[in-house]
């Protein structure tokens, strides 16, 4: 992960050169909704995915190129988010799901269909 990470900062830096002048607020706030953006981008194909499918047609592979192409945005902009706070996404993540495991050991709060 923080090869990846690495990797998205020095894009960053090669092909938005001016990005370093923009204050962290502005950053902040371009990158929170561009990141809202991108779920949105994703939600939608499945919502067409979904009328394919209540229409009665073949919806099976409908949309997978495109919802995988959006959710790789999300993630893209997850990177940059987590370069902007200066944290260690791999190390949070393991850290998150120790508290998730802890969490959903108790059967309080489950997904759904579990
Ligand atoms: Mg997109």
Known sequence: MKQLQQFQKEFDAAHFPHWKDVSYDE???????????????FANFVKKRHRL?????PHHAAYQEEMKEELVDVFIYLLILGNLLEMDIEKAFYQKSAKNSERFSHGSAQRPGN
């Open 27 to 41: 950053k902040l706030l371009f990158l929170s909704t561009a990141l809202a953006g991108e779920v949105g981008e």
């Open 53 to 57: 499918k209540v229409a009665g047609e």
